[in-house]
Nanobody, 115 residues
Framework: QVQLVESGGGLVQPGGSLRLSCAASGFTFSSYVMSWYRQAPGKERELAARISSSGNTNYADSAKGRFTISRDNAKDAVFLQMNNLNSDDTAVYYC?????????WGQGTQVTVSS
């Protein structure tokens, strides 16, 4: 059974940091492209960051220089380090796994940036 379980969300003040984690199981994690998407209230889900099976990374323009995605294939986990957060980063963050036609989603973790 495939599972993607996100953790690490919460309430943080502007300028603060959070580290999201996604624990994967039920598939060959090392073969999959792993991504973090986010969905703000009233907006469409959008890509925040992506990491390939070989470790190449891509970021949304809004995330460049502030977010870092990484993966640990030995632990079947992907992470998103988010620094210098602002109110525009408030969203539900979803972990995503993709390999060919196989696509899996986690349930999401809420990140709220507010003073």
């Amino acid at each position: 059974q495939v599972q993607l379980v996100e953790s690490g969300g919460g309430l943080v003040q502007p300028g603060g940091s959070l580290r999201l984690s996604c624990a994967a199981s039920g598939f060959t994690f090392s073969s999959y492209v792993m991504s973090w998407y986010r969905q703000a209230p009233g907006k469409e889900r959008e890509l925040a960051a992506r990491i390939s099976s070989s470790g190449n990374t891509n970021y949304a323009d809004s995330a460049k220089g502030r977010f870092t995605i990484s993966r640990d294939n030995a632990k079947d986990a992907v992470f998103l380090q988010m620094n210098n957060l602002n109110s525009d980063d408030t969203a539900v963050y979803y972990c995503n796994a993709k390999w060919n036609s196989a696509v899996y989603w986690g349930q999401g973790t809420q990140v709220t940036v507010s003073s």
